[in-house]
């Protein structure tokens, strides 16, 4: 975990003494010896991500703030704040994120996504990010279909916050070119977007032929 050991110590230590439990007690509530939950109060022994879980059920907090993460840093209060969630986010260097528009008249609907492609292998954290949709489609059905109730759905939220708190991310440092250097890379965008123009028709031609034959 990238949280430090006496961060975490530390917050167990304050949980505890907040839900006026001795660590015998926790130390009983979680099944483990009273040196073992010594340990874990003075940073000699660092608890797995399993047994944060548990002591911090043991103790009714959020997994995530065992580990010193705290969710009140995001405000989405307006929609310029989601969107400035979503320019923030195409910001990291550990990920790639592709934008895509579909609309009329090249398209029937009128759509947008944000895409990350799970094997690219120069974003270190799309493969996760790739997992993280997947489940949270699963958790979103479950919860909306009353399958899980919000208690269940929290638990979930809190436990994958957790998990990943302890893998950093940074931002993207992006070059300084000078006026030719821009021009240059200018020029090889609208190449790339023509040949990218041409293989689609291409491929369209290729379809229509096949199905008038």
Not at 6 to 31: D, V
Not at 181 to 190: C, L, S
Request: proline share 3%; aromatic share 6%.
């Amino acid at each position: 975990m990238s949280s430090s050991a006496e961060t975490i110590a530390n917050n167990i230590k304050a949980a505890r003494k907040a839900a006026r439990l001795s660590q015998s007690e926790l130390a009983a509530r979680i099944g483990k010896s009273l040196r073992t939950v010594q340990g874990y109060e003075n940073g000699e022994t660092e608890p797995s991500i399993t047994m944060i879980h548990e002591i911090a059920a043991a103790l009714d907090v959020p997994s995530s703030s065992l580990l010193g993460y705290s969710r009140t840093g995001l405000q989405l209060n307006t929609v310029a704040d989601v969107l400035l969630a979503i320019i923030e986010l195409s910001e990291i260097q550990e990920l790639n994120m592709e934008i895509e528009v579909k609309k009329p008249p090249h398209y029937e609907e009128w759509t947008c996504s944000l895409r990350f492609d799970g094997a690219d292998a120069s974003a270190s954290e799309n493969a996760d990010i790739c997992m993280f949709l997947e489940e949270l489609r699963t958790k979103r059905s479950e919860y909306e279909g009353y399958w899980i109730d919000q208690a269940q759905y929290d638990r979930w939220v809190d436990h994958t916050l957790a998990y990943h708190a302890e893998f950093p991310v940074t931002k993207k440092v992006r070059p300084v070119l000078t006026a030719e250097e821009m021009r240059e890379r200018k020029k090889a965008e609208v190449l790339r977007e023509m040949e990218e123009i041409k293989r689609k028709r291409e491929k369209a031609a290729g379809r229509n032929g096949d199905q008038n034959s």
